[in-house]
């Protein structure tokens, strides 16, 4: 099983991206998907997360209001606007264990390889 996320690139501060995250619809169709990201020198931290059906999603603090998760069959996409500095990371999607999503990342069971954004100042 595999996950592809896309759509890193470099981006000024306030612009935006939109991340998406592939997957066979084995992987995705009953699964919660969650995005995370790590900065250098930091640990992975949550960021968003969607149940399998859609309806119910969690942010990060520190991403609420800018960046919206939603999915459309096998694709889950982050749409991130008001891009900070402090967004840039490498993001990585990850298919849960259960139905739904969550903050921990002990919660999933695949992953991604990542992708890199960086935003400018």
């Known amino acids: 099983v595999q996950l592809q996320a896309s759509g890193g690139g470099l981006v000024q501060a306030g612009g935006s991206l939109r991340l998406s995250c592939a997957a066979s619809k084995r992987t995705f169709s009953n699964n919660g998907v969650g995005w995370f990201r790590q900065a250098p020198g930091k640990e992975r931290e949550f960021v968003a997360g969607?149940?399998?059906?859609?309806?119910d999603k969690l942010y990060a603090d520190s991403v609420k209001g800018r960046f919206s998760i939603s999915r459309d069959n096998a694709l889950v996409y982050l749409q991130m606007n008001s891009l900070k500095p402090e967004d840039t990371a490498v993001y990585y999607c990850a298919s849960a264990y259960s139905s739904v999503a969550a903050r921990n990342p002990d919660a999933y069971r695949y992953w991604g390889q990542g992708t890199l954004v960086t935003v400018s100042s």
């Open positions: 969607i149940n399998w059906r859609g309806g």
